[in-house]
């Protein structure tokens, strides 16, 4: 089993609602803007909370083309 190589980590995250509304168009904007220089090898999402506040991460690791 081969361990992703990345060289890059790019982290999205937010606690608002509205905000994570459109989280994934922000990180489609984001990936058309830079993935012809990018290759996305691993990620991970992430969800926390306590009686108040939701949080949402997304954290893409990539290396360089």
């Known amino acids: 089993m081969s361990i ?5 980590v ?3 995250s937010t606690t608002l609602a509205r905000d ?3 989280m994934g168009e922000n990180i489609t904007k984001w990936l058309k803007e830079h993935g012809q220089n990018l290759q996305i090898v ?4 992430t ?3 306590d ?5 949402l991460s997304i954290t893409l690791f990539f290396q360089a083309k």
């Open 47 to 49: 969800q926390s909370s």
């Open 10 to 12: 790019k982290v999205f």
């Open 51 to 55: 009686k108040e506040f939701h949080c």
């Open 20 to 22: 994570r509304e459109v």
């Open 42 to 45: 691993d990620k991970i999402v």
């Open 4 to 8: 992703p190589q990345f060289t890059n």
